[in-house]
């Protein structure tokens, strides 16, 4: 699943080397051989790693899923690219869903970077936060900070692959998101710097066993099937004529029970006249 995401990081790399007159090819090919996102669907993410929240305080992991599902991004504050494509682009879908933050779900976003600071994740949050700009968000968006080991721990976890470039003092990484189920199994993978609304609403409602969504979401639901080696959800025409049978069969059930009872009172109404 690795190539999915490795256009942004092959520029994100070329573009650093070029600055620091590196060989771009060689950083070209770090990013093959290192960098990347492997799915690891159905995994149980370490709950109890432990990391600082953007107050400074010790979290841990399992402290912040809240029967709910989880959206889980990987980035660090420092970056001057490719994490704040991430950021402004989860920001821009989560504005468009019915879902809030905090309500249906929650979000944990993590540094990959061991030297940043809680101050550096305060920054960040009261920024996404406030572009988000709904009731609440602080409660259900988290920003944190690490250690290596706790870093690496979570990143291996979730199969989220970086490398640290010293001669550009940044790290190369991929680009996307992972939606975890409320008791920590890895649900659902997306990919790129934009996320689709639809893809995002559908990743969340089977995460959390389709307890969040209205009845139309969970009936289109029934029309789309999520492909990981994409991660966005396409129309199936099996579960699309198995649901329009469902949907046949209801209609056909109620036209005979009206019919019946239209019937049964005709008949009715025809024995009282002759009565009379």
Known sequence: MKLLALTLITVVLVSSASSQ????????????????IDQKLNDQIP?????????????????????????????????????????????QTFRTLKFTAGQEFDIITVSIDH????????????????????????????????????????????GFYFVYDPPTKQFAHASGIMVATPQGKLARYLYGIEYGAKDLTFSLMEAAQEKIGSPVDKLLLLCYHYDPTTGKYGMVVANLLRGGGALMILILGGY???????DKKKALSISKAQLN
Request: aromatic letters at 10%.
């Open 256 to 262: 005979m029970f009206f019919s019946f009872r239209r």
């Open 115 to 158: 030297a940043e600071s809680p101050e550096m994740a305060a920054d960040k949050k009261d920024t996404y936060v406030t572009e988000y700009a709904r009731a609440g968000v602080d409660k259900g968006w988290h920003f944190l900070v690490g250690d290596s080991l706790s870093i690496k721990k979570l990143a291996d976890a979730v």
């Open 21 to 36: 007159m590196m060989d771009p090819t060689k950083a070209a090919a770090r990013a093959f051989t290192e960098v990347g």
């Open 47 to 91: 709950l109890d790693l432990k990391f600082r929240n953007e107050e400074g305080d010790t979290v841990e992991l399992g402290s912040l899923f809240h029967k709910k599902p989880v959206i889980i991004s990987l980035v660090y504050y420092n970056c001057p690219m490719l994490c704040t494509q991430v950021l402004n682009g989860m920001v």
